[in-house]
């Protein structure tokens, strides 16, 4: 992508209404935009970034075995009249009635639709165990929205409904999805730690929020250091594997974790001190194991191997990829800008042409975005004619992982220097080798 | 895929409440699921197609340099009250009062927030020309939505709009996208024909529609035969080429072709008789220059290189892909089902064990399976214990493009059959054989 064909907007000053770090880095790097109290665009920057968090969402989630499928944002009241949540809601729920003056609700999760999706297709066991998910944007008319994306009324969710014969098989679907949310955050550069929480108005008695710890988060948190060191699940994790999965979530779980909502502090007391963490965290995914709640409600069942009719055990998973990119950038940032973790940088590597017009400088800049445009690389050429130092700090701000710098006394020698922007690391070398330093 | 944990809820009976064959089809395959009148879920075979269609209709637009964001479901209704239509537009605008009590409406399009984005952001004619797009859902309350997603409430939408400082920039963003429609609809096997439109609600006095020939379409359309042998802009077309592209213009729109609100009969009548084209159509596409329409309206304007304030000239381009997906159906399928065309098919091909359990059925289809995969094939493999007669009848239903039939029998000579859904034609040759073709 060339820059002056691009869109990016980056904002002079620090924006006023922005309190923490990733609100402001998204404004001035021009990723978002608010429309209305707590709803934002996502400008091309930001989408990019947004793209690549829900890719790796979507193949952890299809390694995992769950299935895509995509339900609607409006939804009618009476579904929710059968689950008892209609009433029980309260004013999150952004209620609308249409032209025919029926009740409809801008979902702000999909319980009740995807039961009703369930109940009406599914009949036998045989067809179980089933794990449905989608992204989708949902609404929550917050009282107060703040934040940015991080709480925002609009905001996208991924969420899993999982659905079992026995107890036994929606414990090893629960399971398979602490497992792929370990992986996912992880393959995000974030490290999640699993914590106990409480199921508030989704139900049930089995619930992990998976929290990352940052200064600014609003939950306080309270857990081992052992956590630090635990190994991430691997990409070969066989998900069909019972044992497997159990341990993995027995030793994700052994330690002491918990928000300060479910926080005991004699428990907590109990861990030798240099081995506490007490800190602030932010939650990046909530699950649920809430057995036949909806099911029961709502009539979901199938025929058992025994002929006879059982009602399902269910759970749900949810993942915020709007909150997890500003939460990425909390976790992830310095002085000068964000610093993208390379999975989900907007662009692999920014081209700077120092003197755009200088023959030279834009013969290489020319080869190197078309060499590495061609190696499948997301590249950004800053060929515009604005001062090498703005260029630089745009590049720094904006946090692509690798600069490529062409100027004209380094491109005589037929050299280049390349930054890596998390290390500040500069290094000269020819064109090849730089080339060959992005595709390594 | 394996079809037994797979979720593919095929209807035995054709649905009644389908009238037409797209939306029968979409319904027996277990493609979609009305929600509530005219709102749908997209269930994983739907899902699947939806995405290929919104891949191509990416790549083209990204090909024509327009840039990807996305905006928000809901808007503030000043905007609208900013450019006059929230009066105007009707009782199709879904309105909202939010928890404040702010009114709030589901975006039926996005020409005003994307006009505040741009005046917001954009001071100069050196950010021009600028096209911005995205896909993003949009409601529309119609009084009586039918056929499915082909006209439903709830529904998908490419929408990309351009900005230009002179109206001869604006005309060559139009031809832009005049060009990347008609490149967008042939890779999905469909000929549209681009007829001269009304514009409606948008405003402004160019416009043309996408229209595909289709017997169940609810316009009826007039055109020249020729349009039938006109080429497709080649991939390797220059965007940049203003004369190239108006010369596309031109020979597209060089024969006579209106819907009927356009229809002139003099003209019509005016062509030889054997050239004449009278039939239904389906609009899949729409695109309107409309000037300084919003852009007066709303104060968005920018320096010029005569260093005064130019309101910029605007268009808009629209594709709806959940509508593009029924008409796809609507022209391929026959009697037994759908018909997809190879780069928008759900699977590649689907691999039936005619005998599951039976050690050299399985083995090769499992050899078959794993070699398909990891040449980066969507495989569905048909994996039950389903009759024969039963998978093949899945198959041709859901419309794989091809077929790897394996059977106890052909097996033991070392054979399969491989079906082309399309022409029915069925030929026995080795795994490999079998193997190499699909990957050919």
């Not at 990733?22 to 934002?40: C, D, K, P």
């Not at 490529?404 to 690391?425: C, F, L």
Request: net charge negative.
């Amino acid at each position: 992508m060339r820059l002056s064909r691009y869109y990016l907007p980056i904002l002079k000053e620090n924006p006023k209404e922005a309190e923490i770090v990733s609100h402001r880095l998204m404004l001035r790097t021009g990723m978002i935009r608010q429309q209305s109290q707590g709803i934002y665009s996502w400008l091309p920057l930001g989408k990019r970034v947004l793209d690549k968090v829900n890719r790796i969402i979507r193949e952890e989630q299809d390694r995992s075995g769950a299935i895509e499928l995509l339900m609607p944002t409006l939804q009618s009241a009476e579904l929710w009249q059968e689950s008892g949540r209609y009433d029980a809601y309260g004013k999150e729920m952004l209620r609308i009635k249409d032209r025919q003056d029926r009740p409809m609700l801008y979902g702000p999760t999909n319980e009740e639709m995807i039961t009703d999706i369930f109940r009406s297709t599914v009949k036998s066991y045989k067809s179980l165990p089933l794990n449905l998910y989608h992204i989708q944007l949902k609404f929550r008319d917050e009282i107060r929205p703040r934040f940015g994306t991080m709480r925002s009324r609009e905001f996208l969710m991924k969420d899993a409904y999982s659905f079992d014969l026995t107890r036994e098989g929606a414990e090893h679907s629960y399971n398979k999805m602490f497992t792929a949310y370990l992986r996912t955050f992880a393959r995000m550069g974030l490290r999640a730690i699993p914590m106990r929480a409480d199921t508030g108005p989704i139900g049930g008695n089995l619930s992990h929020e998976f929290i990352i710890l940052a200064d600014t988060g609003e939950s306080e948190v309270f857990c081992h250091r052992d956590f630090v060191n635990f190994d991430i699940p691997a990409e070969d994790t066989d998900f069909d594997d019972v044992g497997g999965l159990k341990k993995i979530f027995d030793q994700w779980t052994s330690v002491y974790a918990a928000t300060s909502e479910m926080h005991d502090e004699a428990a907590f007391d109990a861990i030798p001190e240099g081995e506490r963490l007490s800190a602030r965290g932010i939650e990046v995914g909530h699950i649920f194991y809430f057995g036949t709640k909806y099911s029961e409600a709502m009539g979901a069942k199938v025929q058992g191997p025994d002929g006879k009719e059982h009602i399902v055990h269910m759970g749900s998973y949810g993942i915020g990829p709007t909150r997890l990119v500003p939460a990425i950038i909390e976790a992830s940032h310095d002085e000068n800008g964000i610093i993208w973790p390379a999975s989900v940088a907007p662009f692999d590597v920014v081209v700077i042409n120092m003197k755009a017009g200088d023959e030279a400088c834009d013969k290489a800049c020319e080869e190197i975005y078309a060499a590495l445009t061609r190696a499948g690389k997301d590249v950004l050429y800053d060929d515009t004619d604005d001062r090498a130092g703005q260029k630089f700090a745009t590049a720094d701000l904006i946090g692509v992982p690798t600069q490529i710098i062409v100027g004209p006394r380094s491109i005589a020698q037929g050299e280049v220097e390349v930054k890596d922007r998390k290390t500040g690391a500069r290094d000269t070398m020819t064109v090849e080798a730089a080339i060959n330093r992005v595709n390594g």
